[in-house]
């Protein structure tokens, strides 16, 4: 009798077990048609993964679409699956323009949803979506223009010159340094002046708070991307991607950082008064927001307008409590020092790697600081061999090595009849474009003249992709390009860089890492430049 009941009752947990089994596997198989059916060239995916099974902890974001890019040579774009999730990856440069420009009402939000109740800090500009974004986006961009960064050059000067003196005793014994680090704490200190006004000694104080939040934001552990993939892929679970310490040390810096300016009256040429001038400002008619510049010009454009009142341009309100003041000031200050230190620790990989480089870009510095005496607003922007080192650095390590944008309304991709549903994603696989042979010829060599007039003009455009292009282009990009040619500058007017035993030639990338960044940091060499020693 027993073992008839145990009979019974284990064939019904295996009919159960079998049942769910079954479930589970139609479930993450029912998408996988969705490219044959619309007709695009496409990669036949695995039950569970999709495409992207070696994107776990194996193979960077980078490294992995620049994977599919190849596999699809002379298509215009490829259909892959993030696990169930179909994804257009975009390969031509004339569909990017249509993406990023010309259809971009079409392709206006990114993927990533946010739960502000659950993640305060989630509510910034790069998140939000539609209406808000634009408007957000029209109230934020005068903080970024060129006078703006003018007024906020000598903080950046500071900084630099700090950064020199600590390095002093490192170069005077040629010591090896991981310079990534370094660079994280020289931009965190760089940003910690121009965004909250605040003095966050990062490079003397090892213990500092602004650079010990970056860290728990950014560092590639374990659990950081276990969280940061389950918020992406199951936003329905509402986890929480940010330390909540995190959440309360900006929002707390933020609101008593206010406070004290409107206590005592300070006025900064800053991004804090930006958020402050947000805070304090009378509501103001929503079409004058819009009409500011070229905004109304750029987000109506083939005949899909804005929502109107009374004939006029409006846009949804948004009210700055101080968790949406906070998240603009996080995000910028994330942002901000995490790719710029990226991109000047690449930078100083190459230039130690390519010496003649390096003494040729220390070359136009000298002739330049002799000739404006110091390093100053104009010295810096007249540097032309820096811009072109620095945009090959941006060429051969994009910090953002994919842009992804949303359908936010039916597309049907032109001279085809595949039309993309709302919500499907499309991935610029920038990484990869910026390593074709086609535009750069020997990708994996680093060569700043590809950036000369005449080379510039013989490439298509929009094969040049570090801060995005259109609309929703990178908004601190004059920021992020002037503080890395500061930090530049003042090192090799001081310092000379070369490899060392721990060098690791050519860098591996790191597969836990969001952003295009070195496995194991970036070791060079420090030393006195020979005229001093």
């Known amino acids: 009798m027993l073992g008839m009941i145990f ?56 490294e992995q679409f620049k994977i599919f890019y190849d596999k699809f040579d002379g298509e215009r774009f490829c259909g892959v699956f993030q696990f169930r999730s179909p994804i257009l990856v975009v390969r031509d440069p004339d569909i990017i323009k249509l993406v990023m420009v010309k259809d971009f009402p079409y392709f206006q939000d990114r993927r990533v949803s946010f739960n502000e109740k659950k ?184 005949g899909i307008s804005l929502p109107t009142k009374n004939g006029e341009n409006v846009a949804e309100n948004i009210v700055f409590t101080d968790s949406r003041l906070a998240s603009q000031a996080f995000i910028f200050f994330l942002a901000g020092f995490e790719t710029s230190c990226t ?36 010295a810096v922007h007249s540097m032309r061999y820096l811009s072109k080192v620095i945009d090959e650095t941006l060429r051969k390590h994009p910090p953002a090595a994919n842009i992804t944008r949303v359908v936010t309304q039916p597309y049907t991709i032109p001279e085809t009849s595949a039309e993309l549903e709302k919500g499907i994603r499309v991935v610029i696989p920038v990484y990869a474009i910026h390593h074709d042979p086609r535009y750069y010829p020997e990708p994996d060599r680093f060569d700043p003249e590809r950036f000369c007039e005449e080379a510039k003009s013989l490439r298509p455009h929009f094969t040049y992709l570090p801060f995005g292009e259109g609309p929703r282009n990178c908004i601190g990009m004059r920021f992020g390009l002037l503080q890395t040619k500061v930090g530049v500058s003042v090192l090799l007017s001081n310092y000379e860089f070369s490899v060392c035993e721990k060098t690791k030639q050519p860098l591996d990338l790191d597969p836990k890492s969001f952003i295009t960044s070195a496995k194991g940091g970036i070791w060079l060499k420090i030393s006195r430049r020979s005229s001093q020693k």
């Open 7 to 62: 009979e019974s009752v284990f064939f019904s947990w295996l009919s159960i077990a079998t049942l769910l089994t079954y479930f589970i596997y139609w479930y993450s198989t029912s998408t996988f048609n969705y490219w044959k059916e619309k007709g695009i060239p496409y990669l036949k995916p695995t039950p569970g993964f999709g495409n992207t099974r070696r994107m776990f902890f194996k193979t960077s974001f980078a």
């Open 343 to 378: 991109t000047l620790s690449f930078c100083l990989y190459e230039l130690a790697v390519n010496p003649d480089i390096q003494t040729k870009l220390r070359e136009e510095v000298d002739v330049t600081l002799q000739k404006f005496g110091g390093i100053t607003y104009d």
């Open 119 to 302: 993640e305060p800090l989630s509510a910034h500009l790069l998140n939000m979506r539609g209406n808000q974004w634009r408007r957000l986006r029209a109230k934020l961009t005068p903080t970024f223009t060129s006078g703006k960064m003018k007024m906020m050059f000598s903080l950046m000067n500071e900084c630099a010159e700090e950064l020199t003196t600590f390095l002093e005793v490192h170069a005077s014994r040629n010591e090896d340094l991981e310079v990534k680090e370094v660079m994280a704490k020289f931009t965190t200190d760089i940003i910690g002046s121009c965004v909250f006004g605040l003095k966050c000694n990062s490079l003397k104080d090892p213990d500092s708070e602004f650079r010990s939040m970056g860290r728990k934001v950014v560092e590639p552990s374990l659990n950081n991307v276990v969280r940061r993939l389950l918020s992406l892929l199951v936003p329905i679970l509402g986890i929480r991607v940010l330390p909540w310490e995190v959440t309360q040390f900006f929002i707390s810096a933020v609101r008593e950082t206010i406070k004290y300016r409107e206590q005592h009256n300070i006025v900064r040429n800053d991004f804090m008064q930006q958020l402050i001038q947000l805070k304090n400002q009378e509501q103001v008619r929503d079409d004058e927001i819009l009409d500011k510049g070229n905004l109304k010009k750029e987000f109506s454009t083939n």
